[in-house]
C-alpha cells in the first residue's frame, strides 16, 4: 500500500469560515471544536463582526469571504461551511471560487426538511435577526416563499449577546429567549412540522426547543454531520 500526499492538513474534511467574534462560543456551538465528532479546521474572517454580517448584510466582505475559503481549500479540506446563516448571500460566488462543496447556511436545510413532512405541515425558520433576514437571503437558500420565521429579537439575551458581540453569555436566558422564540413561532402557525435554526449559535438550546415544541429541530450541527459524512464516508464496517 503506498500513501498519496498533495494536502497540507489531513483528517479534517470540513473547513469552517467564522466569524471575528468574542463572545462565549459554550459547548454545542458551531465555534467549539469539542462540539463535533470528528475534526474541523476553522479560519477567521477578519472584521466580519456579527453585527456586520448579520445586520449590514455582510457589505464589503465577499472578498475576504473568498480568500478565507480559498485558504481553506488550499489547506486541504473536501468542503467549506460558515458559522452563519445569513452567509448564504455569498454561496454562489463562494462556491464558484474553490470548486469544493460550500454549504455557507442551515437556511439550506429547509427545502428538504419540507420534503419530509405529511402533507399540510411545513418547516419555519428560527433566526437571531427577524429584522434583516431578508427575502433575498431566504431565496439564495432554496427557502420556499411564505415559510415562516420566528426571532430571538426583543428577548432578554440571545440577540444582544450574539450581535453586540459581548464577552459574558447568560445562558439560562439565552435558552429561554430560543424557547420563547419557538414556541411562539408554532403558536402562530398551526401548521408548522418541524424547525430549522438559522444561527449557529443556537445549537445548544435545540433539545431545549424539541422538548417546548414537540418538533424536530434542524440545525447547522446535523447539517454538518450529514455534509461531512459525504465528503468523508465510513470506509469500513464490523
Not at 29 to 37: I, S
Not at 136 to 155: I, Q
Amino acid at each position: 500500500m503506498k500513501a498519496i500526499g498533495g494536502k497540507a492538513i489531513y483528517g479534517a474534511s470540513v473547513g469552517i469560515l467564522m466569524l471575528d467574534a468574542r463572545f462565549p462560543r459554550i459547548p454545542g456551538d458551531m465555534g467549539n471544536a469539542l462540539t463535533w465528532p470528528f475534526p474541523v479546521h476553522y479560519r477567521v474572517v477578519r472584521s466580519a463582526s456579527p453585527d456586520r454580517v448579520v445586520r449590514h448584510r455582510g457589505e464589503g466582505l465577499l472578498d475576504a469571504f473568498i480568500d478565507g475559503a480559498r485558504a481553506l481549500a488550499d489547506d486541504g479540506v473536501d468542503g467549506i461551511t460558515t458559522n452563519c446563516g445569513f452567509l448564504s448571500l455569498f454561496q454562489e460566488e463562494i462556491a464558484e471560487a474553490v470548486g469544493i462543496p460550500v454549504a455557507t447556511s442551515s437556511l439550506m436545510q429547509v427545502p428538504m426538511v419540507n420534503w419530509l413532512l405529511p402533507s399540510g405541515r411545513r418547516a419555519g425558520i428560527l433566526t437571531v435577526s427577524g429584522s434583516t433576514l431578508t427575502q433575498e437571503h431566504l431565496e439564495k437558500a432554496g427557502v420556499p416563499e411564505g415559510t415562516p420565521v420566528g426571532t430571538t429579537e426583543g428577548g432578554r439575551e440571545f440577540t444582544r449577546a450574539i450581535l453586540e458581540n459581548r464577552l459574558e453569555l447568560d445562558v439560562d436566558a439565552a435558552r429561554q429567549d430560543n424557547i420563547d422564540a419557538a414556541v411562539a413561532l408554532k403558536a402562530a402557525n398551526p401548521d408548522l412540522g418541524a424547525l430549522v435554526l438559522e444561527c449557529t449559535n443556537m445549537v445548544p438550546y435545540a433539545a431545549d426547543i424539541r422538548e417546548a415544541t414537540g418538533l424536530p429541530v434542524f440545525s447547522i450541527y446535523n447539517f454538518v454531520c450529514w455534509f461531512q459524512a459525504g465528503l468523508a464516508p465510513r470506509g469500513q464496517w464490523p
